[in-house]
Antibody, heavy 120, light 110 residues
């Protein structure tokens, strides 16, 4: 059964770069022909889509974060990653990675999430 | 302020039925598929409904989805205390060209 697991620093200083990785197990990130996405949830608030990447590398990002976001994929490691530059306290959130299959219009498998706090 | 509007909270008694609405526009719900997610306290969201009204395997038929015009509705019958959670709708916005979620609805089973 496919599983996703986020990893990365739980604390990032303001104006630095947030970097997270999502490791995919139980299946190949390239064989499932899916998109892979990042979604975040600030404390006590709702879900916010960050962006998606296709296994071959094509990306699309939230317009509100596009200038600061890069999502990349490493098929050899069966991972995809998120980089968010120039972070502020407003970027403090639980960050989730998730699968977005081509055949349905939804995120069907989610990681457990990782808490990232922006603070000096 | 979310692009999709959901009621902040709904409540009902065990065994009863509840509906949660999600209101949008022609650029999102009106012309794209809607999905629904359940988020139990302290856990990741879980897909309940995709493509407006389809259930992934393992999701009981107590959960249903529908769409009409620029609004979508999640229905839950036979409410259980274990259904207490936050529920989110989601879709694609063709105008803004981003995936959007509703602000979430907290379900309380009294």
């Amino acid at each position: 059964q496919l599983q996703l697991q986020e990893s990365g620093p739980g604390l990032v200083k303001p104006w630095e770069t947030l970097s997270l990785t999502c490791s995919v197990s139980g299946g190949s990130i390239s064989s499932s022909s899916s998109y892979w996405g990042w979604i975040r949830q600030p404390p006590g608030k709702g879900l916010e889509w960050i962006g998606n990447i296709y296994y071959s590398g094509g990306t699309y990002y939230s317009p509100s974060l596009k200038s600061r976001v890069t999502i990349s994929v490493d098929t050899s490691k069966n991972q995809f990653s998120l980089r968010l530059t120039s972070v502020t306290a407003a970027d403090t959130a639980v960050y989730y990675c998730a699968r977005f299959p081509q055949e349905i219009d939804a995120f069907d498998i989610w990681g457990q999430g990782t808490v990232v706090t922006i603070s000096s | 302020q979310s692009v999709l509007t959901q009621p902040p909270s709904v409540s009902a008694a065990p065994g009863q039925k509840v509906t949660i609405s999600c209101s949008g526009s022609s650029s999102n719900i009106g012309n794209n598929y809607v999905s629904w997610y359940q988020q139990l306290p302290g856990t990741a969201p879980k897909l309940l409904i995709y493509d407006n009204n389809k259930r992934p395997s393992g999701i009981p038929d107590r959960f249903s989805g529908s769409k009409s015009g620029t609004s979508a509705t999640l229905g839950i019958t036979g409410l259980q205390t274990g259904d207490e959670a936050d529920y989110y709708c989601g879709t694609w916005d063709s105008s803004l060209r981003w995936r959007v979620f509703g602000g979430g609805t907290k379900l309380t089973v009294l």
